[in-house]
């Protein structure tokens, strides 16, 4: 064999054992990227679940107020109608005769630590509350309440009624971030788009 054989042999070797390692090398990179590619997907997959996660942690968070923020009670009474419109408590105002009406109040209790606003009761049918007694009754504003801070309660009375109708009574409020929500006495709260109180 002469040196020019021999050399072509030896190109001929090394050519070929440089193609199978390329060869090689491909299959083993393509393997790394298949792997890679799996780990990805699992990894969007992970991702995908801790988002899952913590839009449900923040939304129970953003209606955590909202279920502490509850009617507490509510009744009906038979009292004296007042004079012009003046609210219904049990003295200091002339009765304007001895025609009695029905009251029917809804105790707003907020057990949250953050204070709620535009507060309202409403009475079936959409009948709003007419007037809030706040400080055990020594106060008495026109409903609704612009707030109610953390730990407080309120009773609201509606205006004066023939008899006792009403059958079901739901609060409105916003929360402190600015959503807007309802209560029924059960104690379901949903949330409302926008506030029309």
Request: aromatic content about 8%; proline content about 4%.
């Amino acid at each position: 064999m002469s040196a020019t054989d021999a050399a072509v042999w030896i190109a001929a070797v090394s050519a070929t054992s440089a193609l199978a390692g390329t060869v090689v090398s491909t299959i083993y990179q393509g393997r790394q990227l298949r792997d890679q590619g799996k780990l990805l997907r699992r990894q969007v997959e992970f991702l995908g679940l801790q988002t899952e996660d913590l839009l449900d942690s923040a939304s129970a968070r953003l209606s955590e107020q909202a279920s502490r923020v509850r009617l507490d009670s509510w009744v009906s009474r038979l009292m004296p109608k007042l004079s012009g419109d003046s609210p219904p408590t049990s003295g200091g105002f002339r009765p304007r005769s001895d025609e009695a009406a029905v009251i029917t109040s809804a105790l707003v209790v907020n057990d949250s630590e953050r204070p709620v606003r535009h507060v309202q009761v409403r009475f079936e049918d959409a009948q709003s509350a007419r007037w809030v007694r706040i400080d055990s009754g020594t106060a008495i504003l026109p409903a609704p309440l612009q707030g109610l801070g953390p730990s407080r309660s309120a009773w609201f009375d509606s205006d004066y009624q023939k008899a006792y109708t009403i059958t079901s009574v739901a609060l409105r409020f916003t929360d402190a971030r600015g959503r807007h929500w309802q209560v029924d006495l059960a104690g379901n709260f949903e949330e409302i788009a926008s506030r029309d109180w």
